[in-house]
T-cell receptor
Framework: AQSVAQPEDQVNVAEGNPLTVKCTYS??????LFWYVQYPNRGLQFLLK??????LVKGSYGFEAEFNKSQTSFHLKKPSALVSDSALYFC?????????????FGAGTTVTVRA | KAGVTQTPRYLIKTRGQQVTLSCSPI?????VSWYQQTPGQGLQFLFE???????NKGNFPGRFSGRQFSNSRSEMNVSTLELGDSALYLC?????????????FGEGSWLTVV
């Protein structure tokens, strides 16, 4: 079975500081990894994904994530956080095998960026 | 290009009733999936449809059902509503059923069961 873990329920950072949201995964075979962000009372917005290739993936709003196969991690990062980055962040994994297309989500990490 | 559109956005139902939620995918997208989001259980997969066929189903009781039409629009239905069905129901679409395709989500339908 595939699963995703987000070990931190909450992350608090000051504006202008680096932001990291952690994610580890467990899936047999090659994983397809995604990050989404959810603002209050809204749906999920796609940030970035890793399918194959370069381990460093760049996405929307200045976010990036690094795929680390040996550590089975896909941490989300932003060099300089903004107050507007305060939201709920979800990591998700999709199996790289056909006929198994559902996304399995982590529990989510609430990010608060203080001014 | 319009995003994933879900209707209604908010609704209140009584226990025992049934509800139908509608989803229009992004134009050209043929795969539609549904997720339930609750504070306690997080995001849980309900089912996925591609070309009017259910491809995957999550671990939900038979009261939860769905369908997809020839224009890729999808509906999900919940019968005999229970208080625990109160949740945000999210519809998502992707170009095709390949695992690497990005899934785009709608704003969701907030269901409250009283």
């Amino acid at each position: 079975a595939q699963s995703v873990a987000q070990p931190e329920d909450q992350v608090n950072v000051a504006e202008g500081n680096p932001l990291t949201v952690k994610c580890t995964y467990s899936v047999s075979g090659n994983p397809y990894l995604f990050w989404y962000v959810q603002y209050p009372n809204r749906g999920l917005q796609f940030l970035l994904k890793y399918i194959t290739g370069d381990n460093l993936v760049k996405g929307s709003y200045g976010f990036e994530a690094e795929f680390n196969k040996s550590q089975t991690s896909f941490h989300l990062k932003k060099p300089s956080a903004l107050v507007s980055d305060s939201a709920l962040y979800f990591c998700a994994v999709r199996h790289g095998r056909s006929n198994d297309y559902k996304l399995s989500f982590g529990a989510g990490t609430t990010v608060t960026v203080r001014a | 290009k319009a995003g994933v559109t879900q209707t209604p956005r908010y609704l209140i139902k009584t226990r025992g009733q049934q509800v139908t939620l509608s989803c229009s995918p992004i134009s050209g997208h043929r795969s539609v999936s549904w997720y339930q989001q609750t504070p306690g259980q997080g995001l849980q997969f309900l089912f996925e449809y591609f070309s009017e066929t259910q491809r995957n189903k999550g671990n939900f009781p038979g009261r939860f059902s769905g369908r997809q039409f020839s224009n890729s629009r999808s509906e999900m239905n919940v019968s005999t509503l229970e208080l625990g069905d109160s949740a945000l129901y999210l519809c998502a679409s992707s170009l095709k059923e390949s695992s690497g395709n990005t899934i785009y989500f709608g704003e969701g339908s907030w269901l409250t069961v009283v």
